[in-house]
């Protein structure tokens, strides 16, 4: 619906992943993985000359591709995620401060639920609601790994473990959470989870790891990565107890931070999406943009 027609069938979108490139239309290289992702060895030696045009979801892994194949400039494109999720901000139930966790395990979930224990532990009005599990991309098999995590989390009294929920109902906690704590330990190339977050109305607390700092614009509060996990955790536990320090201490803190301009994101809609691959398609397609 977002782009016209008459273009896709004038060029031939591979997603990632590529299986059949074609001859008789431009070939555009959708990326969404990170550089270093074995399924990127079709690009070595030369090979992404086999491609007209690259799209990337953030300026950071543009130019992860661009150091680690030698791809030219002149044959990319950045067009950020697109959700639907628009910003409208609400006078928030602030009687229980709600955090959220809304992506797969491997990312950081192994960091949070330690240190949202020991925030617990000082905080009795806070509780966390986790939205995760790996069935959502049909590999529920990856989510043995992680059942004693599941089960901390589900006898904890200060946290609810849903599993894998649909968007509109992720979309719906969203708009009752207050923290989306995410001590992230997985470089994005971009990160929609964090982009519905910010659209929600929701303080965001993350390192500045792979494209994070990118997808967050300044609507966030962020502090330096490390690769030590228990510093991480010292890290993220710092930052969250001081803005949970303030919610306490100010109660118009939470709702001055949200009210922002910065939450509107408005790269991120679908519009800007729409202008963005019509206008790139029509150049490439007319013989514009490509040699």
């Known amino acids: 619906d977002l782009v016209e027609p008459e273009l896709l069938q004038k060029a031939a979108i591979n997603l990632s992943r590529p299986r059949e490139l074609y001859d008789d239309v431009p070939n555009i290289l959708w990326c969404h993985d990170l550089a270093e992702d074995p399924e990127n060895k079709i690009l070595k030696d030369g090979g992404w000359e086999q491609f007209n045009w690259f799209v990337f979801v953030s300026a950071w892994q543009r130019d992860q591709y661009i150091v680690r194949y030698g791809i030219p400039y002149s044959r990319c494109s950045v067009i950020h995620n697109a959700v639907e999720k628009q910003y409208s901000p609400i006078e928030k139930d602030m009687e229980t401060i709600r955090f959220v966790y809304h992506t797969t395990p491997h990312r950081g979930l192994e960091l949070l639920v330690p240190v949202f224990d020991a925030l617990a532990k000082q905080y009795n009005n806070i509780h966390l609601d986790v939205y ?109 107890r001081q803005v949970l320090e303030s919610i306490k201490q100010d109660p118009k803190y939470f709702h001055g931070f949200t009210f922002s301009d910065r939450f509107n994101l408005a790269r991120n809609n679908t519009m800007s999406f729409k202008v963005m691959w019509n206008t790139l398609l029509r150049n490439i397609t007319s013989g514009g943009q490509t040699e």
């Open 132 to 240: 995760s599990s790996f069935s959502i991309y049909g590999w529920a098999e990856r989510d043995e790994a992680y059942s004693g995590l599941f089960k901390t989390i589900e006898s904890h009294p200060h946290m609810t473990y849903h599993g894998a929920k649909s968007n509109e109902e992720v979309m719906e906690a969203l708009e009752k959470s207050h923290i989306f704590l995410y001590p992230n330990i997985w470089k994005e190339t971009s990160c929609i989870a964090l982009i519905e977050a910010i659209k929600s109305q929701v303080i965001c607390i993350h390192p500045n790891y792979g494209a994070l700092p990118e997808t967050a614009q300044n609507a966030t509060i962020m502090y330096d990565w490390t690769e030590n996990p228990q510093g991480h955790a010292n890290y993220a536990f710092a930052v969250t």
